[in-house]
């Protein structure tokens, strides 16, 4: 059976998700059935447990997003699309809730939470993987279509959460066709 520590992150990684970070601490002792004390013993409190649920999220995301566009093959125009076709799966998943970054982001109220640090730096990475992506295809602004490609992707989650019979993944899927250009890796448009 696991310790405490890995009880009370399974139960704040499933609680925080499905009822916010707002969730309280007596539902997540519960739910790991841990002591008040290992709470504070292995993260120093309910932030430090919040904290650490994010920063495992984040880089099993983080994750999921290289294995989505690894497996797409070599074209960094599909791999990038590749992103929206997996989205379009996630959020039919039926416990899928939104993004848990969004959600915490707008949850913590405290600005300098910890949490916060660890949302900007996965969103950074993410950022990145896209740029590299985008500057593999000689997108003329790889930065700036990278920013546009996490609009989109924040965009799917959030309209997902809310309105999945819309289809957000695939209407997003269509803008980032125009964003990143109908040219194959190693050709040039005129």
């Not at 447990?49 to 099993?60: C, G, N, P, S």
């Not at 039919?92 to 809730?97: I, N, S, T, V």
């Not at 300098?112 to 950022?127: A, Q």
Request: with cysteine; net charge negative.
């Amino acid at each position: 059976m696991p310790g405490p520590r890995e009880r009370l992150l399974e139960a704040a990684k499933e609680l925080t998700y499905a009822q916010g970070v707002g969730v309280g601490v007596d539902a997540l002792l519960k739910s790991a059935n841990v002591a008040r004390r290992s709470l504070y013993e292995h993260f120093g409190g309910k932030d430090g447990l919040i904290t650490e649920v994010l920063r495992l999220t984040a880089a099993e995301d983080e994750a999921a997003y290289e294995q989505t566009m690894r497996a797409a093959g070599d074209d960094p125009r599909e791999r990038l699309l590749s992103v929206f076709d997996w989205l379009g799966e996630v959020i039919e998943a039926p416990d899928f809730r939104g993004c848990r970054y969004l959600g915490a982001e707008l949850a913590l109220a405290d600005r300098g939470h910890p949490g916060h640090d660890v949302i900007r730096r996965y969103r950074e990475r993410l950022h990145d993987l896209l740029e590299r992506e985008l500057r593999a295809l000689d997108h003329p602004r790889p930065a700036y279509a990278a920013d546009q490609l996490v609009l989109l992707i924040d965009g799917v989650l959030a309209v997902g959460a809310i309105r999945p019979e819309s289809h957000p993944a695939a209407a997003a899927r269509q803008l980032a066709e125009q964003l990143v250009g109908g040219q194959r890796s190693g050709t040039r448009g005129s």
